[in-house]
């Protein structure tokens, strides 16, 4: 046994001689290739909670990923990815200033999205004139198509406003049809950018759809107490609760509704619902909240990659974006390996024209938009399952959501 | 004029001059590094225009900053962009008279603790509006106006706040807001109105702010009222004020510059510690230099004299 382990030892370190010899004598370029790759995100500020849970490790488990496995297969060789982090400070000024010292400074090759809406379009028009492929991700807006038109370097990947008020709507009268749930939905929504923007979007779908709006309410961002907000809702005995809310109020509509007992067959809050942190933080109260996003984590994929974004950062992958946001550095590997080289023109022409296999499954992108997406998500035991989708497959059927315990 | 004054108008065009040749340069992060200079150049400067006298210490800049953003933002579709610029400078104005009018009368604490609350009032009003009136969807400001573009206007706009300084600094108006600041009570009890005094200054700080907010908005593309009604833009402009001097017209400017460029430096090295770092830089600044940049400069300068 003995033996075996030294023999085991001699063969790797004569395994590492070799490998340092070649290291050394032969092939150095090829040895010492690298891709530089430019990251501006927010670690402080306002949007710093979301980008560490959805964005930043990512960014280290895609780099992780690419540089065990040897690095990107270029022409001329592999070459290791080497990532050159900012702070955005959440400010779009300064995420402009980081995405033109990543190019003109870092000289990097390639530069990754950064995260949120504003973000990527305050930064589109530099990309643009820079000239590098930008996969945008955590940005849901109705303007791709003016978007795309304007920026022939840009890409969606997380779908469009309507969709996701839509496909609320779509299951909300699924439940009616099978006499789960009545008429009446209580709306409320966080007053600001993305929150006005969805509940002004549901309106009149709600309307078209024949359900009557008992209650429509919003509360302004960073809101302590929402207490009243439930408490009007659940007076006006609704049949549905959706809450088009941002992360901090996710949290606390969820703890009041609890307290309060606002006892809905269909209860839906937005973003930050597929976070592991929210269902740390409800247990088994979470079980039947609908929320935005979704994924399907029992394929072998994404239960591939769930293990070991754990592993490498230490850390639980959301439910929705983290694995899409993994998806779109899969997706620009990729094309620079299909290129073969760091051809920032030829790598966005590659992008526009073929499919990628990644941990989300197939990704193809129409006009550069993505249209393959999960909409609807819904806590079922201890995983976020997507109940609703564009284009993919594998959306479990909606639960009822049993009373708060 | 006298010949000092001559020589700096001088300096100040040469040096104006030389600002704008930076976007001809092919270098975009000293484009960018060059706008959020010239930004809080022309903040802190406006700003000083009125705290400088006076000492009353301003936090309301961010409130307007905000409201000439939303302006372009909510406009943008139904008016040209130059029309909206000017329609937010009339906005700006009226709000700051409307603000001077109800808390100028006040003085010291009082008047710091109204204008910090005033851009997330103003903020809540703005949301409020736009949950009401239902606008479908976001504020999109997407224009032509690249990043050069915005260069030179916020340098133009610089130029003119120097010479409304100029010109206020050397009119009986300065000298009655110097009177205001050295004393409130003597400068009443010599005749001044300093009430309106105050206003006037006040208007042109404020306005100035809601100018440099509408310029910006096309550079941003996606209008949210966290970002536009940051409370951090109020502090930045108040910090740098201080460091660079306020009691002199270039004295904000000698701040802004290596505020920026320690805070930019700190940001790419120190990416995880930003904050921490600031924070001993600004113990430092307090402890070596309590008078700010303009007094080490002035220092230095008459020393320079006495020995020649």
Not at chain 2, 4 to 16: A, Q, S
Not at chain 2, 283 to 300: D, H, M, S, T
């Amino acid at each position: 046994m003995k033996t075996f382990l030294n023999s085991k030892k001699l063969m790797l370190s004569v395994a590492a001689a070799a490998f340092t010899a070649v290291g050394v004598f032969g092939g150095d370029a090829a040895a010492q290739q690298t891709i530089k790759m430019g990251m501006s995100a927010p670690k402080t500020g306002p949007l710093a909670g979301g980008a560490t849970v959805t964005h930043w490790p990512n960014v280290k488990l895609w780099v992780h990923d690419v540089n065990s496995r040897g690095g990107l297969k270029l022409k001329n060789g592999r070459a290791k990815v080497e990532v050159i982090e900012y702070d955005d400070r959440t400010n779009p000024g300064e995420a402009i200033k980081n995405i033109n010292r990543l190019a003109t400074q870092d000289k990097v090759d390639f530069i990754l999205a950064p995260f949120g809406t504003g973000f990527n379009l305050a930064t589109a028009p530099i990309f643009n004139k820079l000239g590098y492929p930008q996969l945008a991700v955590s940005a849901i807006t109705d303007k791709i198509p003016t978007l795309t038109k304007r920026y022939d370097n840009i890409f969606f990947m997380l779908g469009s406003t309507s969709t996701f008020t839509g496909s609320v709507v779509k299951i909300l009268k699924k439940m009616r049809s099978d006499g789960k749930i009545g008429n009446r939905v209580a709306m409320v929504n966080v007053a600001d950018a993305f929150g006005i923007e969805l509940a002004a979007a549901a309106r009149p779908v709600f309307k078209e759809a024949g359900f009557e709006i008992v209650y429509d309410k919003s509360y302004p961002l960073g809101a302590k107490d929402l207490s009243p907000i439930v408490k009007g809702a659940k007076a006006s005995n609704p049949d549905a609760f959706v809450a088009w809310s941002y992360p901090p109020d996710t949290f606390a509509l969820t703890a009041q509704a609890r307290i309060n007992k606002l006892d809905v067959k269909a209860y839906y809050t937005a973003v930050a619902t597929p976070f592991p942190s929210f269902k740390g933080k409800f247990k088994d109260a979470a079980e039947g909240i609908l929320g935005a996003g979704g994924i399907n984590p029992d394929t072998p994929e994404l239960k591939a990659y769930f293990k070991r974004h754990k592993e490498v950062t230490g850390k639980d992958a959301d439910y929705w974006a983290s694995a899409v946001t993994y998806a779109s550095f899969e997706v620009l590997g990729q094309a620079i390996e299909g290129v073969g080289s760091i051809d920032r023109k030829a790598v966005t022409e590659y992008i526009k024209q073929h499919e990628f296999k990644t941990v989300i499954g197939p990704v193809k992108f129409v006009n550069q938009n993505s249209e393959r997406f999960w909409t609807v998500g819904q806590w079922q035991g201890n995983k976020f399952y997507g109940v609703s989708s564009e284009g993919r497959p594998g959306a479990r059927p909606v639960i009822d959501k049993p009373d708060w315990k | 004029m006298t010949r000092t004054e001559i020589r700096n108008f001088l300096i100040t065009i040469v040096l104006f001059a030389l600002a704008a040749l930076i976007p001809l340069s092919d270098s975009g992060f000293w484009l960018s590094m060059g706008i959020t200079i010239a930004t809080y150049m022309v903040l802190s400067t406006s700003w000083a225009l009125f705290s400088g006298p006076t000492h009353y210490i301003s936090l309301a800049t961010g409130a307007f900053y905000g409201i000439g953003m939303f302006t372009v933002g909510v406009g943008i579709e139904l008016l040209p962009y130059w029309v909206l610029v000017v329609v937010a400078a009339v906005i700006g104005a009226v709000v700051a008279a409307l603000v001077g009018l109800a808390t100028l009368r006040l003085s010291g604490v009082y008047f710091v603790i109204f204008t910090l609350g005033l851009a997330e009032l103003i903020r809540q009003i703005v949301t409020w509006v736009q949950t009401t009136m239902g606008s479908s969807s976001g504020l999109y400001v997407l224009t032509n106006i690249t990043e050069p573009i915005i260069f030179w206007e916020l340098l133009i706009l610089g130029i003119i706040v120097y010479f409304i300084g100029w010109w206020i600094n050397r009119s009986r108006l300065g000298f009655a807001l110097r009177i205001i600041g050295n004393d409130e009570v003597v400068a009443v009890h010599s005749g001044i109105n300093t009430a309106a005094a105050k206003i006037i200054l006040f208007v042109v700080s404020g306005t100035v702010a809601t100018i440099v907010g509408a310029l910006l908005a096309p550079r941003l593309s996606y209008i949210e009222s966290s970002i536009a009604f940051s409370p951090m833009l109020s502090f930045i402009v108040v910090i740098t004020a201080l460091l660079g001097g306020a009691q002199r017209l270039w004295g904000p400017i000698v701040g802004v510059i290596p505020f920026m460029l320690v805070w930019d430096f700190l940001t790419a090295t120190f990416p995880n510690q930003t904050t921490l770092m600031l924070g001993i830089c600004f113990l430092l600044v307090v402890y070596a230099i309590p008078n700010g940049f303009a007094g080490l400069i002035e220092k230095y300068s008459h020393r320079l004299r006495g020995r020649t």
